[in-house]
């Protein structure tokens, strides 16, 4: 579930804590629960974590849980951190520490911004250098929170999104559907659905559509996600934020 983030170029970073800016901001911690065919599965959280001024930390994890994970454990990490610059996020680390069962690997990815490279390192593998990774192509941490940022990110419209993702740069198209309102386990919010159409990437393995319900306010929070991928279906859903601009909530079986 932490694949189903996606990456969107030149878009602005939103501010500080009671920011009037799109998007996430510092100090906002999202919680999710996640089904597989209805069942529970897993785990997930997202965070923007404090940098120094002028940067950005991006964390988010995911684990199975139950009999899911006596089946098939999991537990995986993101990590992305860059600079804010004029033109918007510009990542220069990225980190995927991936278990499955007692085993392990952990790929990192350190960007060249001047070169236009990205240096991908993976443990028993030789380094590799990826070309072609302009200011409009991140990695998919960097790009989920840049996309909800996003200003032109209305009802009705289609973006295509470079992404990086395993040893390619893939461009993934995105189309936002009317506001409507949805019921979570947090309550009721209006929502703009944002379809993402996939191709085989390192990551998914698949090909499918992830459905992402984003807040039609500022803060655009994702408080639901549904992959359709190879005709299995996973959800995950907000149950608990800290929007970083002074409210929280936490929906009442989670507590």
């Known amino acids: 579930m ?12 939103a501010g500080g804590a009671g920011s009037s800016a799109l998007g996430g901001v510092v100090g906002e911690r999202l919680r999710y629960n996640i089904h597989w065919m209805g069942v529970p599965a897993g785990k997930a959280y997202m965070e923007v974590r404090p940098a120094k001024e002028g940067h950005y930390a991006l964390v988010s994890g995911v684990e199975s849980i139950g009999m899911i994970r006596m089946m098939y454990p999991v537990k995986d990490e993101l990590h992305s951190e860059g600079e804010k610059t004029p033109h918007g996020l510009s990542a220069r680390y990225y980190a995927k520490h ?18 236009g490279e990205a240096l991908r390192t993976q443990e028993g593998e030789e380094p590799m250098s990826i070309h072609g990774v302009t200011p409009g192509v991140h990695d998919m941490m960097t790009g989920f929170y840049a996309l909800r940022a996003c200003p032109e990110l209305t009802p009705g419209t289609e973006v295509y999104i470079p992404m990086l993702d395993g040893k390619k740069i893939y461009q993934v198209a995105a189309n936002v559907g009317m506001v409507e309102r949805l ?17 085989n990437s390192d990551l998914f393995r698949v090909k499918g559509s992830i459905v992402v319900w984003l807040t039609h306010d ?10 359709r991928l190879d005709l299995k279906s996973i959800s995950a859903d907000l149950i608990g934020y ?11 079986e989670s507590r």
């Open 2 to 13: 932490v694949g189903l983030l996606v990456a969107l170029p030149g878009l602005a970073w």
């Open 98 to 115: 991936q278990q499955r069962g007692d085993q392990s690997r952990l790929i990192e990815y350190r960007f060249d911004r001047e070169w």
């Open 183 to 199: 019921t979570t386990p947090l309550g009721f919010f209006d929502v703009m659905p944002l379809t993402i159409m996939i191709g």
């Open 218 to 227: 500022e803060r655009r929070l994702p408080v639901r996600v549904e992959s």
């Open 242 to 252: 800290d929007d970083g601009r002074g409210e929280r909530r936490e929906a009442r």
